[in-house]
Nanobody
Framework: QVQLVESGGGLVQAGGSLRLSCATS????????MGWFRQAPGKEREFVAA????????VYADSVKGRFTISRDNAENTVYLQMNSLKPEDTAVYYC?????????????????WGQGTQVTVSS
């Protein structure tokens, strides 16, 4: 069973940066994708970014495009989310997720494996 463990969350001032990491179980990933989702208090969980494990194709939510970068290290079985120019509205619990799929999707239902979440708080 695939296991995901997030780390790197914390408290940062507006305009600052954080780098989230998500370690996965070591396996050969074919037609596999990993994504980041977030959920703020009183809000629905929303898509942030996703990456194809083998090809490296990426997809971003409009709200973070140009500020966040998703990447992966195949050898280390780790996916990263570099978050720059953080805003208070980025405050949320961030979750990494994985799933087998032929095409990258922003739909959470397509992701079968989820991490426990890591808190990101951006102060004004």
């Amino acid at each position: 069973q695939v296991q995901l463990v997030e780390s790197g969350g914390g408290l940062v001032q507006a305009g600052g940066s954080l780098r989230l990491s998500c370690a996965t179980s070591g396996r050969t990933f074919v037609n596999y994708a990993m994504g980041w989702f977030r959920q703020a208090p009183g809000k629905e969980r929303e898509f942030v970014a996703a990456i194809s494990w083998s090809i490296g194709k990426t997809v971003y939510a409009d709200s973070v495009k140009g500020r966040f970068t998703i990447s992966r290290d195949n050898a280390e079985n780790t996916v990263y989310l570099q978050m720059n120019s953080l805003k208070p509205e980025d405050t949320a619990v961030y979750y990494c997720a994985g799933g087998f799929m032929l095409v990258l999707t922003t739909r959470s239902v397509e992701y079968d494996y989820w991490g426990q979440g890591t808190q990101v708080t951006v102060s004004s």
